[in-house]
C-alpha cells in the first residue's frame, strides 16, 4: 500500500501539497469514491485511480528507448555535462530511471532507460549473450583479416581477450570504411579499444541494435520513446 499523495506525484500530477489540494477539491476518486484525503493508502497495482474524471495510468517501471546525441553521457547525474536523463520528459524523470549499460559521451544512437533493477541486470550481464549492433565508420581500410581476428577475440591494451565478436563490411577503401560490428560484451569503450587493438581507429559509432530491438529510425537525436509491448515482451525473451 501507498499514499496516494505520493503514488500521484510519482506519476507527475504535482507536488504533494498540489495533490492534497487536487483532492479537497474532490477532483480525486479511488474506486468510484471521491477522495479528500491525499495521505489514503492505496494499492495503486490494483486501485481504480482516477484524477478529475481520467483513468490514471500507473506502472511501477517505465522502459524509454532513446536516440543518444553526441555530447551527453550515460548516467543520471554528472557534475560537468548534460546526461541522458536530462533530456527526459519530467514526467519520465519522475520514475527515477537510469541507462542500461553506457555509450561513450561521442557515441550516439539506441540507448534503453529503464527503473526496472532486474532487466537491467539481465541485460548488461555478459552471461546472456545480448547482442549489440554498432554501425561505425573507421579511419583506416577494413578486411577479411580484421573479420577474422575479431571473430577469434581481439586482445584489448589491457590485455583482455574479448569473445568472437561479428564484423560486417558495408564499404571499405583506402579513405577508410563502414562496417557493423556486433559485441556481446559491454567492456569500457569496446569497440574503439577493438579497432586500436587491429591499429585503426573508430570516427563514428552509432549502436542500431540492442538484442531484438532496433533503433526506431523515426527518433530524432535526444529523442526518446516508450516501448511498445511487443518490443518489451522481445526484450524480456532473452
Ligand atoms: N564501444 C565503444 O567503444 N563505445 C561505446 O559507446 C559503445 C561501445
Same mark, same amino acid.
Given at each position: 500500500m501507498e499514499r496516494l499523495d505520493k503514488v500521484l506525484s510519482n506519476l507527475g500530477y504535482g507536488t504533494r501539497k498540489e495533490i492534497k489540494v487536487l483532492a479537497r477539491s474532490g477532483e480525486v476518486e479511488v474506486d468510484g469514491k471521491v477522495i479528500k484525503d491525499s495521505s489514503f493508502q492505496v494499492d495503486p497495482e490494483k486501485a481504480v485511480i482516477k484524477v478529475s474524471g481520467e483513468t490514471i495510468a500507473y506502472r511501477k517501471y517505465i522502459y524509454l528507448m532513446m536516440n543518444k546525441p553526441d555530447g551527453?553521457? =550515460?548516467?543520471?547525474?554528472d557534475n560537468r555535462d548534460e546526461t541522458v536523463i536530462d533530456l527526459l520528459e519530467p514526467e519520465y524523470q519522475t520514475f527515477e530511471p537510469f541507462p542500461v549499460g553506457r555509450l561513450d559521451k561521442d557515441t550516439v544512437g539506441l540507448l534503453l532507460i529503464t527503473n526496472d533493477g532486474d532487466l537491467n541486470h539481465k541485460l548488461i =550481464?555478459?552471461?546472456?549473450h545480448v547482442d549489440k549492433v554498432y554501425y561505425a565508420e573507421i579511419d583506416k581500410p577494413v578486411d577479411e583479416s580484421d573479420i577474422k581476428a575479431f571473430e577469434a577475440g581481439v586482445e584489448l591494451d589491457d590485455g583482455y581477450k574479448c569473445m568472437p565478436a561479428r564484423l560486417e563490411i558495408i564499404n571499405s577503401s583506402e579513405h577508410g570504411a563502414e562496417v557493423y560490428v556486433t559485441i556481446q560484451e559491454g567492456k569500457f569503450h569496446q569497440v574503439k579499444r577493438m579497432f586500436n587493438s587491429v591499429n585503426k581507429n573508430v570516427v563514428y559509432l552509432k549502436r542500431i541494435k540492442f538484442g531484438a530491438l532496433s533503433l526506431d529510425?523515426?527518433?530524432?537525436?535526444?529523442e526518446s520513446r516508450e516501448l511498445s509491448n511487443e518490443e518489451l515482451i522481445l526484450l524480456k525473451q532473452i
Open positions: 551527453v553521457v =550515460s548516467a543520471t547525474f =550481464s555478459p552471461k546472456w529510425s523515426n527518433l530524432q537525436e535526444g
